[in-house]
């Protein structure tokens, strides 16, 4: 049962991370509430930007969360002083390429991208 409107997104991560993160674990690095890997590294993690279809899919199936709920949350956490938006890069190639080459990234590209200089954690 495929679906042309959705693509597999692969959480992947710098190959010398650490090789496993709960579901949970990955949300919350991506919504700024997880600082650290179980190593006690911090997380360095990258989105994509807003309007890629990687994006798009990660927010829904992963942190449950429609595009506008998480531009709310980032926009609550900046305001009051709790955090602020990860970096964002322009293509799945930008993110391969800085979660390849920086110790302790995690990103999440379309899973067709993915090549061997980075470790997928979890596809969705």
Do not use: C, H
């Amino acid at each position: 049962m495929s679906t042309a409107a959705s693509a597999e997104v692969a959480v992947i991560v710098n190959s010398a991370n650490a090789n496993n993160l709960s579901e949970s674990d990955i949300s919350r690095a991506f919504l700024g509430k997880l600082k650290t890997f179980a190593d006690g590294q911090t997380i360095n993690a990258v989105n994509s930007k807003a309007g890629n279809q990687a994006r798009g899919e990660f927010e829904k199936l992963v942190l449950k969360k429609s595009s506008a709920q998480v531009k709310a949350y980032w926009s609550k956490r900046l305001f009051t002083g709790k955090g602020k938006p990860l970096k964002e890069l322009a293509s799945d190639a930008d993110i391969i390429s800085f979660v390849a080459s920086t110790p302790n990234a995690i990103g999440y590209v379309d899973a067709s991208s993915v090549d061997g200089s980075v470790k997928v954690l979890k596809s969705f």
